[in-house]
């Protein structure tokens, strides 16, 4: 079936890089998605891939997409404690839905 | 300014109440969904919208119910049938296309059944 998988928790200290990484299980996704929750708060649209692209960079953040091994990563370069949050992936399922992982739990020391 | 509004941001009920969440968008999407969110876990989708008038159950529907009378517009009831109310309840809308699913969240609104 369908299935988004993520590690759960990540530690970095301030200025460091992170790299949060996803696995999938659709090989016909064609749009996957990295977002982004602070405590209490909905779900922010950080950035997406199309499955043409082995890469895409915006600013601190570089996403890595590898079809072959269903593989996504965010790297968050320079990370500030402002960065401290829950990552999601999400891939588009064959049947049109969006399938979330169970979310990366990032933690920023100064 | 364009967004997802949900209302209130936290809400208190008595077992055995229904209560309605509400939801509306001012970004012209015609796809609207509500998710379930809780502690340390994903997004579990209850119920989605594609058009006005039209709407489908996601995959933890039971105890919820919905309508799409407007676009901008997609409350969610929870009814006393939902054993496990209390959760965080998101609000998300998007433009729907084949192979795409961008969807754009709403700040969400915490239940408590107390």
């Known amino acids: 079936g369908e299935d988004v998988e993520q590690s759960l928790f990540l530690s970095v200290r301030e200025g460091d890089s992170s790299v949060i990484n996803c696995t999938y299980t659709?090989?016909?996704?064609?749009?996957l998605y990295w977002y982004k929750q602070e405590p209490g708060a909905g779900l922010q649209l950080l950035t997406y891939?199309?499955?043409?692209?082995d890469m895409k960079q915006d600013q601190r953040l570089t996403v890595l997409l590898n079809k072959k091994d269903k593989h996504l990563s965010l790297r968050i370069a320079d990370t500030q404690t402002g960065d401290s949050a829950i990552y999601f992936c999400?891939?588009?399922?064959?049947?049109?839905?969006?399938?979330f992982g169970q979310g990366t739990t990032l933690q920023v020391k100064p | 300014d364009g967004g997802i509004t949900q209302s209130p941001k936290y809400l208190f009920r008595k077992e055995g109440q229904n209560v309605t969440l509400s939801c509306e968008q001012n970004?012209?999407?015609?796809?609207m969904y509500w998710y379930r969110q809780d502690p340390g876990q994903g997004l579990r989708l209850i119920y989605y919208?594609?058009?006005?008038?039209?709407?489908q159950k996601g995959d933890i529907a039971e105890g919820y119910s919905v309508s799409r009378e407007k676009k901008e517009s997609f409350p969610l009831t929870v009814t006393s049938a939902q054993k496990n109310p209390t959760a965080f309840y998101l609000c998300?809308?998007?433009?729907?296309?084949?192979?795409?699913?961008?969807?754009?969240f709403g700040p969400g609104t915490r239940l408590t059944v107390l």
């Open positions: 998300a809308s998007g433009v729907a296309a084949p192979g795409e699913d961008t969807q754009y």
């Open positions: 659709d090989s016909s996704s064609t749009y």
């Open positions: 891939i199309f499955s043409n692209m």
């Open positions: 999400a891939e588009v399922s064959n049947t049109g839905k969006l399938i």
């Open positions: 970004l012209n999407h015609d796809a």
């Open positions: 919208s594609q058009i006005v008038n039209d709407f």
